[in-house]
């Protein structure tokens, strides 16, 4: 270890240029960030319906021109504002969102189960969503989750869906099934060659 210190102080007294400037390029900005500028935890619990309208609550915000995500300030994810209406296979769903250009954003994929039962409010029903909320459009039924099953013996491939419309997220159906899809941005995601049988 000495040894090593030596060689390395050898050398830097040797090609002092190799080290580079010690000075930094400009003054250090600031270390200190306020709560709102901190990432999202899943601990809070925001009220959805304090704001003066719905795209303006200590919960939701409204983004992308206000007009196509909305941003679930206790997960930090971005939803689509109006999911799309049509049923798709969970295959289909997959593609769908992944090839997405929605905000005039890529980025958007299918949900895992539990971030799409993230936006579940049991007190509520027909939608079960926050009281409140900014989502438009909203179809009443079972969405797609990301996550995937498969029992040992079963050769069926079937995925996790969410129940919008009165809450619920131990549904499972076949991929080849067609059902409501809903994209989300950020987050971690689900890797789908992992979640591959």
């Keep these: 270890m000495r040894r090593s210190v030596v060689s390395l102080l050898l050398f830097v007294a040797v090609f002092p240029g ?3 400037d010690l000075e930094p390029p400009s003054p250090p900005g600031p270390t200190m960030k306020t709560l709102d500028q901190l990432p999202p935890v899943w601990s809070r619990v925001l009220p959805s319906n304090d704001g003066p309208d719905a795209c303006h609550s200590s919960r939701f ?3 992308m021109n206000g007009d196509y995500g909305v941003l679930d300030q206790e997960t930090g994810l971005v939803w ?3 999911p799309y209406t049509d049923t798709k296979t ?3 769903a997959i593609l769908h969102c992944y090839g997405l250009e929605g905000g005039g954003r890529h980025g958007w994929r299918l ?3 539990a971030e799409l039962a993230s936006l579940i409010d049991y007190s ?3 939608p079960a969503l926050p009281a409140g909320h900014p989502f438009e459009e909203i179809e009443l039924g079972k969405f797609w989750s990301a ?3 498969q029992q ?3 050769k069926l491939e079937q995925a996790w869906l969410v129940d919008v419309e009165f809450g619920g997220a131990g549904w499972r159906f076949n991929k080849t099934d067609s059902h409501l899809v809903w994209c989300v941005r950020g987050g971690g995601g689900i890797d789908m060659r992992a979640a591959r049988p």
């Design 61 to 63: 915000q409204c983004v």
């Design 147 to 149: 996550n995937t099953y």
């Design 124 to 126: 509520e029903d027909s």
């Design 111 to 113: 949900p895992g189960q």
């Design 80 to 82: 689509q504002k109006r």
């Design 90 to 92: 969970w295959y289909d």
């Design 18 to 20: 190799v080290a580079g």
């Design 152 to 154: 040992h013996n079963d």
